[in-house]
Structures are given as C-alpha cells and as structure tokens.
C-alpha cells in the first residue's frame, strides 16, 4: 500500500543489513553491527536509539540469546516495535466525555496541518460526529481558504474570521462556544504554523489553548503536531518544542507516501514519550490511516 512504498527508501538504506545478517557468524558480529549502525543512521534513527538498538542487540548475540542472522532481524523489529508501543501505548484519540470534544492541530507551515485536520474531519465524521471546524490560522491568508474548500468537501460547518487580522484565539474561542450551544460532538481547530524562532506566534499558541479551556473545562482534549515524514531529523527538535509551550498529546506524520524519511518519529516517541495517532498517505480525503506500529515497523524492515 501507499505506507509501504514511501518507506522504499528506508527499507533499502536498510536492506544492506540483510545480506549481512543472512551470513552471519559469531566471528562478524562486530562488522555486522558496525554495518547496522550506519544504515539506521541513514535512515534518520538518530544516534541515541541506534545506539540502544545496537547495544541491546550485541548484549544478546554475546549472551548466545540470539544464535542466527534471522534471530538478529527479527530482535531488531521487535526493539522498535516494543518501544513504540510501550512508551506511548495509547494511539487512538482520547476525547473525554463532555462535549464538544476540542483537538487542536499544531505545527510549522508546510506540514499539512490543514489537509490533516480536513481528513481527520472526514474519519470522525464518517464515524457519526458532528463536527464543527475552527479557522485558526489567521497568519497565513490563504489558509482559511484552504479549510474552507475542506468544509465543503466534508460536509462540515466551519467558523473563519469575521474580519482580517482577527486574532486566532477570538476564532478559536467563537467556534468552540458554538460548538457548545449547539451541540457538536467534536471542534477541530486549525492553527498558524509557527517557527520556533517566532516568539509571539508561539505566545499566540498558548493564547488559543487557553481560549478553549475557558469555554469547556479540560479541553482541548487533544494537541495533535503535525511533522512532516520526509524532513528527517528536524522533526526532533520541532517536536520538543512544540511540546515545551503547549504540551502534545499526538503526533501526526504526513507524506509517508512519498520518499519518506521516518525512522525519526521513532527517537521521537523514544524521548518525549508521544504517541502518533496518525500517518497521512496522500493529499485525497481518505488519506489518513490510523497508526499501526506494527504495519510501520513492517513498511520500515520489510
Ligand atoms: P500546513 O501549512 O501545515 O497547513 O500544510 P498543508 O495542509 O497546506 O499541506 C502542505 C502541502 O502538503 C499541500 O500541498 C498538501 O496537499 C501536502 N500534503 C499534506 N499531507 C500530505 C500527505 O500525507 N501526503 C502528500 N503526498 N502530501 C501531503
């Protein structure tokens, strides 16, 4: 599918280990784990999971737990599996009980925050919600455009800025507290993408989550960030970040359908304990799939 073939790449910088490991004996480890050091630094893993992911594997080899070259494989997806799933366990959307149910979307320009935001407005539509979406990125003129061509395409209400230069926090907060009176089940709100250099667009950030909570206790119930899956290493840094001034409860990671470089959400999840909820496979309204660790561990190893 879509997922697998934009991990060809990863999957190649990969495959050298393979014919590695097919001959493996005692006698090569260390070349063998050398070799498996590069190829997942190549393919963005970053050096502090490799380096896990290495040690782990070498105490194993030496301690005769691991005896063939398809053992070492097969440890090797179980490590990156296992660590998805125990540091950040709960991939699905966690709402709460009141309503509406607000998830704000975060991220840098590009991202595709909002064709993110408009296809997860389609699943949770699809799944019976009556969803309300909030124009929030009232930086970028284009974009509340954007969400609104999104609105139409799924049959959702939207609220834009009634005038130009309106704050995204006054956007945000109309929506939602329509989306109380009027009994919505979930607001999806859009934001500015903002550099992290941008001081005041960070404070704007801050600004719309409280905005919400003022209206609905304990909301918003989700801070999706969306990264981008073929920018590599720079998702880290993005990603700490965002995390520092808003707090995230999810990830989202587009455009694995293209050359996707996403062994980095791994050190991701690793380091700051986030789960992805989300991958986005195409720029259609049906191209956003649940996150599965393990269809991801396969479309990375093969
Ligand atoms: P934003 O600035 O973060 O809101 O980003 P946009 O939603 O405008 O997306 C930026 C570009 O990336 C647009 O051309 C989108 O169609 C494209 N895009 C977003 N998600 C995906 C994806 O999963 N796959 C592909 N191939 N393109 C995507």
Redesign the pocket.
Known sequence: DKLFSGFSKTRDNLAVIDELLLYWNLADTDRVLDELEEALLVSDFGPKITFKIVDSLKEDILSGKLKSGSEIKDALKKFVLDLLTSKAPKTELQLGFRKPAVIMIV?????????????LANRLKKEGAKILLAAG?TF?AA?SD?LEVWAERTGCEIITAEKANAKASSVISQAVKKGKDEGYDIVLC?TS?RLHTNYSLMEDLIACKKAVSKVVAGAPNEILL?L??TTGLNMLPQAREFNEVVGITGLVL?????SARGGCVVSVVDELGIPVKF?????GVE??QPFDAETFVNAIFS
């Open positions: 991220g840098v320009n590009g991202g595709g925050k909002t064709t993110s935001l408009g296809k990125d970028r974009a954007q859009d993408g969306v981008d899956g587009t455009k694995l359908d293209g991958v986005g496979v195409g720029e191209d956003l």
